[in-house]
Every structure is written in C-alpha cells, then in structure tokens.
C-alpha cells in the first residue's frame, strides 16, 4: 500500500531549537496538509499546498512556524524557536484531486 | 466556537449495541462531509464519505442535514474493535480545507 512517511516518528527538544517535521507524500498526490493534534484542540489545520504552492497557511502562528515544499517529494514543517506549548502530534496528510486524504503516522513533538 | 463540533463522549456501550454521534457545523458553506476513525495514538483514517441522500456501508450508516448543519454516524451491532475516536470532516465548497471535529470516543464494552 502506497503510504505518507514521516519523519522522525518522535522528537523531544528543550526551549528555544529549532524543530525540522518532514513528509514524504504519496508519490502522485498533489495536496499536501500539515494537521497539529493535541488533547484540548484536536485536529487543527496548519497549512496546505496544491501542486506546491501554499493555498492557506491561516492556521499556523507566523512567526516561529514555516511550512514549505522544495520539491514534490517532500514537506517541511519547521518552528523555530520551539515552545512548551508547540508539544503536540504533527500529521502530514496527501491527496489527489477530489480523493479523500491519507495519513501519515504522525510526529510526536515534546519540548522540554 | 469551534467549526465543527462534536460531543467528545465517551460512549461506553456494549456489545452489539447501537449507538449514534451527532456533528454540527456552522459554515453554510460546508459541501463535502466525511467520517473518519482515529486509534490510540494512531493516524485518522477514512471511514465513509457523507451523501446527502445518506449512505450505509455494512453496519455504519451516515445520514446529513443540510437544514440544521449536522451530520450523524450510526453503528448498528457494535464490536469490541469499533472501540476508537470517531472524527467528523467538512470541506468548504470550492476548496480543499478539510476541517476536522474534535471527535467522538467511543468504547465498546464485552
């Protein structure tokens, strides 16, 4: 089966680095999603692309989050500096036009 | 207030039982609804896709209504393995945002 690779699987980083997510979609997607989930929030939308470029970035706090695609091949999500309150999973997610989008396994993101 | 809202539950039923969520959203806009299930710690996935005249797939129902802005999911004979969080999804019309629920858990009981 055709899957959404994430990585690393876990990171736990003190105050203040920098935190690199990436994806790797599903070869042939052409949307890309990052999701933040936590207890309290849920599921909340980040930022997604279409071929590449990013539609809406509203969900992401700007000024230390930045999510782009360098290639078709690959998603980052980066926060910097990282915060406490930035512990969370982060899920990348692609799809194909109307198709509904798949999963990745998630990132589980804990700052100390 | 949140976009789309669902009661976190949990529902604790046995087995066999049914049990139905509610999901409310507030955009009229909203076109596309789907269900999705989340395991412990796990990724959400696909469950069904929401039509408007309403749809069965085995034992899931989902049912929508346009008027009051809901959409429903109905488990009939419920298994130990449908124990999970249940997510509901809305698209908003000419885009590909999907906004998810915080989830309904769900907890079968033997």
């Known amino acids: 089966d055709a899957r959404v690779t994430q990585t690393p699987r876990h990171k736990v980083t003190e105050m203040g680095q920098e935190v690199t997510m990436r994806c790797q979609p599903i070869?042939?997607?052409?949307?890309v999603f990052w999701y933040r989930q936590t207890m309290m929030q849920g599921l909340e939308l980040l930022a997604y692309?279409?071929?590449?470029?990013?539609?809406?970035d509203s969900g992401m706090p700007k000024d230390r989050f930045s999510a782009e695609m360098p290639d078709a091949t690959l998603a980052t999500l980066k926060i910097q500096p990282s915060e406490p309150r930035d512990s969370a999973v982060y899920f990348c997610?692609?799809?194909?036009?109307?198709?509904?989008?798949?999963f990745g396994s998630g990132t589980r993101l804990t700052v100390v | 207030r949140k976009e789309v809202e669902q009661d976190p539950g949990p529902f604790n039923v046995p087995e066999g039982a049914t049990v139905a969520f509610n999901c409310t959203y507030s955009n009229s806009a909203s076109q596309s609804f789907f269900w999705y299930r989340q395991d412990c710690r796990k990724e959400p996935k696909l469950l069904m896709s929401?039509?408007?005249s309403g749809n069965e797939d085995g034992r899931f129902t989902a049912q929508l209504n346009r008027a009051s802005q809901y959409i429903s999911l109905l488990i009939r004979d419920s298994k130990l393995s449908d124990s999970a969080t249940y997510l509901c999804?809305?698209?908003?019309?000419?885009?590909?945002?999907?906004?998810f629920g915080t989830g309904t858990r769900l907890k079968v009981l033997a």
């Open positions: 929401v039509y408007s």
């Open positions: 997610a692609s799809g194909l036009g109307e198709e509904r989008p798949t």
């Open positions: 070869l042939g997607h052409n949307t």
């Open positions: 999804v809305v698209i908003h019309s000419g885009t590909y945002k999907y906004i």
């Open positions: 692309f279409r071929n590449r470029a990013p539609l809406d």
